[in-house]
């Protein structure tokens, strides 16, 4: 048995034909030297030259850059889902932190608000009794000047009833002898000739400076 074994440079396989071929004495020696020119290995066996399987196609080169390329734009497409979710989850975060603060900050001003009402409320408050106050007292002094012109010049006019008041007022007091009652000067000539018992109980003083009935 003999076996030969060749690879021509620039191609793949020996022969074209995948068929066995059967070769004579004479012309075995012509085939194997021209086995360079031939497109496959091929193995003889006796008078058979049989060609070899053809070889597996031979796997594409790749080319590392390639590789790189898409290793990068994987980890972008990464990084750039990464980064949308992280964004997503901060704005969320951030509209509810906006909403608490606000609501907070709306509850505080609130409470700010209804705190400078009440105080000015009671200000107001505050002011208005001071001027009920003084109202009060201008009505009581109205009223009391009124109240002694009337009463003055019903004195004046009406001696029995100047009589009546200095009587009234004398009752009031526990040792009349221990006061001065100061009158108008005609008054006390009045009360003298109508009540000259109250010489020795009630020590009775003229005073121009007040008026008539006063």
């Given at each position: 048995m003999?076996?030969?074994?060749?690879?021509?440079?620039?191609?793949?396989?020996?022969?074209?034909s995948r068929k066995p071929i059967f070769l004579t004495d004479c012309d075995l020696m012509s085939k194997i030297m021209k086995a360079s020119t031939w497109s496959s290995d091929a193995v003889i066996v006796g008078r058979e030259?049989?060609?070899?399987?053809?070889?597996?196609?031979e796997t594409p080169e790749i080319d590392p850059?390639?590789?790189?390329?898409?290793?990068?734009?994987a980890r972008l497409a990464e990084q750039e889902e990464r980064h949308q979710i992280e964004k997503e989850q901060a704005y969320r975060s951030g509209f509810e932190d906006g909403r608490d603060m606000g609501l907070r900050e709306g509850t505080k001003e609130g409470q700010e608000a209804v705190t400078a009402f009440f105080s000015?409320?009671?200000?107001?408050?505050a002011e208005w009794k001071a001027l009920e106050k003084q109202l009060e007292r201008?009505?009581?002094?109205?009223s009391t000047s009124m109240a002694r012109k009337i009463v003055g010049e019903e004195l004046r006019l009406n001696e029995a009833v100047l009589a009546r008041t200095?009587?009234?007022?004398?009752?009031?007091?526990?040792?009349?002898?221990?006061?001065?009652?100061?009158?108008?000067?005609?008054?006390?000539?009045?009360?003298?000739r109508l009540r000259p018992e109250w010489s020795d109980t009630?020590?009775?003083?003229?005073?121009p400076r007040i008026g008539p009935g006063g």
């Open positions: 003999i076996l030969f074994t060749g690879r021509s440079p620039g191609s793949p396989c020996f022969l074209k030259l049989i060609p070899c399987k053809q070889e597996a196609e850059e390639e590789i790189v390329e898409e290793r990068i734009q000015v409320a009671e200000r107001l408050q201008a009505l009581l002094t109205l200095i009587k009234q007022a004398v009752a009031h007091l526990v040792d009349p002898k221990a006061f001065v009652l100061k009158l108008h000067p005609e008054d006390v000539e009045k009360i003298r009630i020590h009775l003083e003229s005073d």
